[in-house]
């Protein structure tokens, strides 16, 4: 199943792990690193322009998480069958599919959030910059750390909007000016104008977009790799929505965001590639397409994608 | 409509009147609902205003000099309140530091540590030892924690002292701590641990930082019915104490010491006939009417704070 699709993937090269990303630069993840070098089949440098159908210029990048015949396990239920992708970096995944196709499993998968159910349980891999996630020795709380989370519901602490973003630096004990940190989170989440004059009011006091994107400095300002988003705006407004989008636009230049959607629009607005699951006889989530966005909304592959895309089922 | 309008039938007006009988049926029964109601209102405000009537009769037979002396003997016409205060505080805050710790620990376990099956197991061990009669736990006190734990620590203890008793009491209020506590934690949303696991954060980060924050109203309000309840106990300090038939003022917790509730009981309970001239009875009801006025004031303490703190998710 996934082997004719592999080579559809955005992936045409793939560079060697460097040896300097898995030990010493993992303590201030992708920041020294060039910055997203997207390369393109003839070499040249290209600007980018979102939208238009580029189905064959295989924009080829890093992967900094790839699965690898991932599957997950609720006791003894399978709830996502060997499912492989890569997520290339500085780019915007998204996954979609109907529900019960187990995209927010594999989202959550990914920065081992699922450790908190019991009797939960992965089997395949699961690679970050090579090095497998659920290895003996890996630490969740160290994948947390480079691999930040965004959830479906604004989830700010019942703390000040600075305590709240100021709260991943202090628990890492992170050196250096807390201030100047704490606003250069909230400018990246484009949150500064609105905040800047009443950052020790409660952060649950904001309106629904505003908590999001607090939660989203919150995030970013543990100065994570990777981003996962899980259904970020399907608690807002549209208005609020849109500004959720533009902002994931903004952050794919420093970070890799990974984002579960319901709504097709947005997929098709803001994400780069796209993995398109669904959900098999045997109730477990698979992938039946991924490639890059314009091409799984213009020209899918699949027959299901098809459907699916274009609004006939889910 | 048509109806109305027959001849023969009473006009409207008198019809929407209704059964003057089954409004006299209503009132009556309300009636009897509203006697049940202020009944109980009506004792509680009694049992104040005799405390009160009688508290007062105390002071006027004393002096309010006598109500500081060498120490607390009722029976001499000796009333040093500062006694029976300091035995009160100094027991109580000795349960306070042994439950507070322990009762929060149990409760942070249970809420965030603690797998599913544990805890089926664990909380139900709980409330069988809240339900331990203290009167048991005051031998338990006296004939165990004195003797194995407190003299074995400081071998100069009295054999009736303080510090066991206050130790009994801390066991007793345990599992009030811990349950309230872990109610309180439990009821904070899950959203919010995600949120800080997905930011990196430890369990203990997340349970001391997060969840403990998010849940002191109602850590606050457990410590409050805590230390409630260990101005009230009465048998553990009766039985373990000491200063049975009262006891000189001292702050050390290893000697003997009255607690309010102590002398109170020893009072009532005592083969002397306390009942007569002397002002030892009516000291009763002063005692009363004070620990009366702590324990409604700790309430209402807590109430505000709670009211304060409580946090809308």
Not at chain 1, 27 to 51: F, L, N, Q, T, W
Not at chain 1, 211 to 223: D, F, P, T
Request: a neutral charge; aromatic letters at 8%; one cysteine or more.
């Amino acid at each position: 199943m996934t082997t004719p699709l592999e080579e559809n993937m955005i992936h045409s090269t793939v560079a060697p792990p460097d040896p300097a990303v898995e030990g010493a630069a993992v303590a201030a993840p992708g920041r020294d690193a060039p910055i997203a070098v997207k390369i393109h089949s003839d070499g040249a440098p290209k600007p980018e322009v979102k939208g238009t159908p580029t189905p064959q210029t295989d924009v080829a990048t890093v992967p900094v998480v790839r699965l690898r015949g991932m599957s997950f396990y609720y006791g003894s239920f399978r709830a996502v069958r060997e499912v492989t992708f890569d997520v290339p970096k500085n780019e915007i995944t998204a996954l979609i599919g109907p529900s019960g196709s187990g995209k927010s499993t594999i989202l959550r998968a990914i920065n081992r959030m699922n450790d908190l159910i019991p009797s939960t349980r992965v089997e395949g891999e699961v690679l970050y910059n090579g090095e497998d996630l659920y290895g003996d020795r890996v630490d969740p709380v160290e994948v947390r750390r480079r691999i930040g989370m965004v959830f479906q519901k604004p989830n700010p602490f019942p703390k000040s909007i600075f305590d709240n973003v100021a709260f991943g630096p202090r628990v890492h004990g992170l050196k250096g000016n807390l201030n100047d940190l704490v606003e250069q989170s909230l400018r990246r989440a484009a949150l500064w104008d609105e905040v800047k004059d009443k950052l020790k009011q409660s952060g649950t006091a904001l309106s629904g977009g505003q908590q999001q994107r607090l939660c989203i400095a919150r995030a970013i300002a543990v100065e994570p790799d990777v981003i996962l988003m899980d259904e970020p705006a399907s608690a807002l407004d549209p208005r609020a929505t849109l500004q959720i989008e533009e902002l994931m636009h903004e952050l794919e230049e420093r970070y890799t965001i990974i984002v579960v959607t319901h709504n097709m629009q947005q997929a098709a607005r803001a994400s780069d590639n796209t993995v398109f699951l669904n959900m098999g006889e045997d109730r477990a989530g698979y992938v039946v397409e991924m490639g890059p966005t314009t091409q799984i909304f213009t020209n899918p592959k699949n027959q299901l994608t098809e459907d699916y895309v274009s609004g006939r089922f889910g | 409509m048509a109806a109305a309008a027959q001849p023969g039938s009473p006009p409207l007006s008198v019809v929407l009147r209704g059964s003057a009988g089954r409004r006299r049926r209503e009132q009556i029964i309300r009636a009897i609902f509203f006697g049940a109601a202020s009944l109980s209102i009506l004792v509680s405000i009694f049992i104040v205003l005799s405390l009160i009537f009688e508290a007062i009769n105390f002071l006027a037979q004393i002096g309010l000099d006598q109500l500081v002396a060498l120490g607390w003997f009722p029976r001499r016409g000796l009333f040093d309140l500062r006694t029976l205060f300091v035995g009160s505080v100094i027991t109580t805050g000795i349960a306070i530091l042994v439950a507070g710790p322990i009762g929060l620990g149990t409760a942070i376990y249970l809420s965030e540590y603690a797998q599913p099956r544990v805890r089926r197991i664990v909380k139900p061990i709980l409330e069988i030892l809240a339900g331990i009669p203290s009167v048991v736990l005051g031998f338990f006190a006296l004939t165990w924690i004195n003797p194995q734990l407190v003299q074995r620590l400081n071998p100069g203890a009295e054999g009736f002292n303080l510090m066991a008793a206050g130790i009994g009491v801390g066991v007793l209020i345990i599992p009030l701590i811990a349950s309230v506590s872990e109610d309180a934690m439990r009821a904070v949303p899950r959203s919010l641990r995600e949120a800080s696991y997905g930011l990196g954060a430890r369990r203990i980060t997340t349970s001391l930082r997060v969840v403990f924050p998010a849940a002191i109203s109602g850590i606050t309000a457990a410590f409050i019915i805590g230390i409630s309840r260990g101005i009230g106990e009465t048998m553990v300090l009766a039985i373990a104490a000491g200063g049975s038939g009262g006891s000189i003022f001292q702050l050390n917790p290893f000697e003997p010491g009255q607690s309010i509730t102590a002398a109170i009981a020893a009072l009532a309970t005592g083969t002397d006939q306390v009942r007569g001239a002397s002002a030892a009875f009516p000291s009763l009801f002063f005692l009363g009417l004070i620990l009366f006025f702590l324990t409604l004031s700790l309430n209402l303490a807590g109430d505000v704070f709670v009211r304060r703190t409580r946090q809308r998710y």
